[in-house]
């Protein structure tokens, strides 16, 4: 039996009753959660967590991620066959950065009506999710249309490369946009950099290439530039968000 991958900003509870669904049609598959703490509504968050995701996971995964502030309304559910793999969830753009990833794709609709207006999860996503895992592609119709996201490109000039912090962990290290090949061209290791015109920060290989309490730029698991502080918090101790647009330029 194949996998299916759970990503959404559910929390504790509802992801227990999604994967009591997934076995009640498919009893042998192996359920992964890549994560529910998702911030509440934020479908780039999860756009960008789902194209880091996928991968890892060999053909015929399923992945369904959920984030839906529209659940209930008039919004559509897809199917996306994306390089073998399946992608399950709502149709506002969180499928399409992961479907691009993986080369052409095909967007099919899905045509099931919910038993709740606020838990599309558990009554359309993981039953479609499960009845996909047993070869069953049923109640879903091609669509030309669908809602796309595009996540933000970094920019650079000849001083400066500009980004976007895409996602903080639970260390409080802040995982920009910026691909660690560009940053590795452009400068060395050991390099100071004003993060934001303000802060002088090393870009180093290591966390413990600092001081404890100082912070540092380096290239993390997602290949990304990522602001952290060594055995601290960067997003708490450097006031940084979600979403927030950084610049790092030579002093």
Known sequence: MG????????????????????????????????????????VREAAFILRETVKYFPRGTVHIAVVDPTVGTDRMGLVIEAGGHYLVGPDNGLLIPAARSLGDFEVLRIEMEAKSRTFHGR????PVGAHILMGRLRNLQPSTTYVDLLLQEPRSSENA??????????????????????????????????????????????????AQGHPLLT?????????????????????????????????
Do not use: W
Not at 183 to 210: C, K, P, W
């Open 123 to 126: 009554d359309v996503f993981a």
């Open 3 to 42: 996998i299916v991958t759970l990503i959404s900003d559910y929390g504790a509870y509802y992801p227990a009753v999604m994967k009591a669904t997934i076995l009640g049609i498919a009893p042998e598959a192996t359920i992964i959660d890549v994560t529910h703490e998702i911030s509440p509504q934020n």
């Open 219 to 251: 290239v993390g698991s997602f290949e990304l530039v990522e602001i952290a502080v060594n055995k601290g918090s960067a997003a708490t101790e450097l006031n940084l968000k979600l979403g927030d647009s950084i610049s790092l330029e030579k002093p």
């Open 161 to 210: 490369v500009s980004g976007t912090i895409f996602y903080i962990d639970r260390f409080g290290n802040c995982v920009t946009n910026i691909p660690g090949t560009l940053m590795i061209q452009r400068s060395r290791h050991n390099s100071t950099h004003l993060l934001n015109g303000a802060t002088a920060i090393r870009f180093v290989q290591t966390y413990d290439e600092v």
